[in-house]
């Protein structure tokens, strides 16, 4: 009898639809352990370099030094892509309208706006499909866990006579569905919803990044046209 009660006979003696939804909730906790992993790694990347970056900037380097070296970087991330995106299209557009700093600032903003968005679709990528898990996975498990109790009470009316060592067998099988439902929803919305706050503050470190440096072009803009005022 223990062995028949055991977690693994069980499982090997579920019917077909109960095995099938915990084969499903299997597949979706590895899943979403991987995209954990994967989501973890790339935040603690993109929080390490936004630290680093921001130290290198305001340690007084030269702005075209920093863009060189952010160009050589292999893999850039994060709010090094908003700076050289900015500070590219700063330089195309002091190019071609010197004398317009509202239309250069304008269209600098809009370039680190787009990168912006660009990064903040990277960091979010695949945690809706954690969100999925993490409100799907109790209802797969409780649809195993409701079709085991019915086959089990199936099979207990052709009985003639029940008894509780009858009939745990079949519920007990039907119950693992339910936990495996847990197991796979709980860290996928507990990891959701830390992951969701880490990309909130990593965006508004891009963003408040992106209107520092902003201010910066703007007042060299300014200086840029003063200088050509005097020059004349």
């Not at 995209?35 to 130290?55: G, K, Y």
Request: contains cysteine; neutral net charge.
């Amino acid at each position: 009898m223990e062995q028949s009660m055991s977690v693994f006979s069980l499982i090997a003696n579920a019917s077909i639809v109960v095995q099938l939804v915990m084969l499903i909730l299997v597949l979706a906790s590895v899943a979403s352990w991987v995209i954990i992993v994967q989501r973890w790694r790339l935040f603690n990347a993109t929080r390490a370099q936004l630290n680093a970056f921001e130290e290198r900037f305001w340690s007084g380097i030269d702005l075209s030094q920093l863009y060189k070296e952010c160009q050589h970087n292999p893999a850039p991330i994060g709010v090094e892509n908003v700076f050289t995106s900015g500070l590219k299209e700063f330089g195309k557009l002091s190019k071609q309208s010197p004398d317009e700093p509202d239309t250069i600032m304008e269209g600098t903003q809009r370039a680190m706006r787009i990168s912006i968005s660009r990064e903040t679709e990277i960091l979010e990528n695949h945690l809706s499909f954690l969100a999925t898990i993490g409100s799907t996975s109790p209802y797969i498990g409780l649809l195993g866990t409701v079709w085991g109790i019915m086959h089990s009470f199936q099979g207990l009316a052709m009985m003639k006579q029940a008894t509780i060592a009858s009939v745990a067998p079949g519920i007990s099988e039907a119950l693992i569905a339910t936990a495996m439902g847990l197991l796979a929803a709980i860290p996928a919305v507990i990891f959701y919803n830390r992951f969701t706050n880490r990309l909130e503050q990593l965006v508004t470190g891009m963003q408040t990044f992106g209107e520092e440096f902003s201010s910066i072009l703007y007042r060299q803009t300014h200086r840029m046209k003063q200088q050509k005022k005097g020059n004349e």
